[in-house]
């Protein structure tokens, strides 16, 4: 981090001012220091040059060792095709430029959508639950308007009223209460601000009990993530010809689904070898997560309306369920925003 981002950081615990003491500075970046409270007085270590707000370890370790094992793997500059890009402007309709405006990204994995945020000239916090921040830092972390917080959605780090937009893309439905994770967003918006989120969608019950994956859950769950993913790799690189034979006599990819893996023939217009890193990522995304709660429209439409928000639109996406609302617009407020 760099010192002038410490106004967008506050306790989580009591929302009071932080003070930077004992800091170790690389030029102009933080390497590491101490973050403390000026009201109840909590130290908070920034490490690795990003502010730390959550314990090292937690619900969240699957997801740091994929997004570490593969960092570059879902950026366009790596695959060679927009499709991060594409989703991120598509799904949040926000424009290209955004020079003066502040965005919060709830869940940033490995980055590919902070690169996307950053490209609009916004300010762009982000953070994540899980040590994926590293991978995100090592991409995005030398963007003057980029900072990388390692922090839990349930306990945010940031004052209220501060953002202009919040994005949430690909997490609330690993968190252990998705309505919970989505109601701790509103708060952070200024007078008229926008929320974009997604969530898996949960499908007719019959249909839901018959996807592969739910079967064999409750066990690669409880794996170590280094087991599942040689597993993984295992069972991708055995089943890749088969499954290339079958989507070229068929041309569709039922059979890879059915033997849990994920298999991008036909959608993206990769390399046969970026195809299985992807496959192989994918595969153990949709394996490891502690949890996976996916939901309906009526339930992410709910959310929203419970969080006062207005102009709602809740809709299929591209991961399920989109949803976007924005935070009522009052002058009072606003003026107490600026």
Not at 160 to 186: D, M, W, Y
Not at 190 to 196: E, F, P, Q
Not at 295 to 320: D, P
Request: hydrophobic content about 35%.
């Amino acid at each position: 981090m760099r010192k002038k981002h410490l106004q967008y950081l506050c306790c989580p615990e009591c929302c009071s001012e932080l003070k930077l003491i004992d800091e170790d500075q690389d030029q102009d970046r933080i390497k590491s220091g101490t973050l403390q409270c000026n009201h109840c007085h909590v130290e908070y270590p920034i490490l690795n040059y990003i502010p730390r707000f959550c314990a090292s370890a937690n619900y969240t370790d699957d997801f740091g060792f994929q997004w570490n094992k593969h960092s570059r793997t879902q950026y366009d500059s790596e695959s060679g095709i927009q499709v991060s890009e594409e989703r991120f402007f598509n799904e949040t309709g926000w424009p290209r430029k955004m020079d003066g405006q502040i965005i919060m990204e709830a869940g940033s994995g490995a980055g590919r959508f902070t690169e996307q945020a950053a490209s609009t000239g916004a300010m762009v916090v982000t953070f994540d639950l899980s040590n994926a921040v590293e991978a995100n830092y090592k991409s995005n972390g030398n963007k003057e308007n980029v900072l990388i917080v390692q922090a839990d959605i349930f306990k945010l780090p940031f004052p209220r009223r501060l953002f202009n937009k919040v994005v949430c893309i690909g997490v609330l439905q690993h968190t252990p209460s998705p309505e919970e994770a989505f109601l701790s967003l509103p708060a952070m918006l200024k007078s008229g601000g926008h929320l974009v989120v997604d969530v898996y969608e949960r499908e007719p019950g019959w249909k839901h009990f018959i996807r592969t994956k739910y079967w064999v859950r409750p066990f690669t769950r409880r794996c170590s993530h280094i087991k599942l993913y040689k597993f993984c790799e295992f069972w991708v690189n055995l089943l890749w010809p088969i499954l290339k034979l079958s989507y070229q006599v068929t041309g569709r990819r039922t059979l890879s689904w059915f033997m849990l893996v994920a298999d991008y023939r036909g959608v993206y217009q990769l390399s046969e070898d970026k195809l299985k890193q992807l496959s192989i990522l994918d595969t153990f995304d949709s394996l490891a997560p502690e949890y996976e709660f996916p939901q309906t429209i009526e339930s992410v439409t709910g959310w929203f309306k419970r969080a006062g928000l207005t102009r709602i639109e809740v809709k299929r996406g591209y991961n399920g369920i989109q949803g976007s609302g924005y935070k009522p617009f009052s002058r009072k407020a606003a003026k107490a925003d600026v």
